[in-house]
């Protein structure tokens, strides 16, 4: 089983910036695809962006292509979403998830994925 936590929320200003952290602890985490998802009130939870195990690819809904960028650090075993030029309506509970393990296919299908993570606000101001 995997533990994963979220911070970096905050309230910030349409046009600002934000980073958010996704630690993981238990299962191996380096072997695992990851996603950030995220839930407006009222809204049902959302796909963000997906990274495959090594990093090398990544996937965004087309909501925040171009502004958000996914990352990790398998060694810290840690995922990163930099969301720059924010909007309003990007305000939402964010959470990350564990996609599928090395190996297997359909990181880019967010139907696969689970584990979440308690999640973090993230409000922006217009």
């Known amino acids: 089983q995997v533990q994963l936590v979220e911070s970096g929320g905050g309230l910030v200003q349409a046009g600002g910036s934000l980073r958010l952290s996704c630690a993981a602890s238990?299962?191996?985490?380096?072997?695992?695809?990851m996603g950030w998802f995220r839930q407006a009130p009222g809204k049902e939870r959302e796909f963000v962006a997906a990274?495959?195990?090594?990093?090398?690819?990544?996937y965004y809904a087309d909501s925040v292509k171009g502004r958000f960028t996914i990352s990790r650090d398998n060694a810290k075993n840690t995922m990163y979403l930099q969301m720059n030029s924010l909007k309003s309506e990007d305000t939402a509970v964010y959470a990350c998830?564990?996609?599928?393990?090395?190996?297997?296919?359909?990181?880019?299908?967010?139907?696969?994925?689970?584990?979440w993570g308690q999640g973090t606000q993230v409000t922006v101001s217009s």
């Open positions: 238990g299962r191996t985490f380096s072997t695992y695809a």
């Open positions: 998830a564990v996609g599928p393990e090395r190996g297997r296919t359909g990181w880019t299908n967010p139907s696969l994925f689970g584990s």
């Open positions: 990274i495959t195990w090594s990093a090398l690819g990544t």
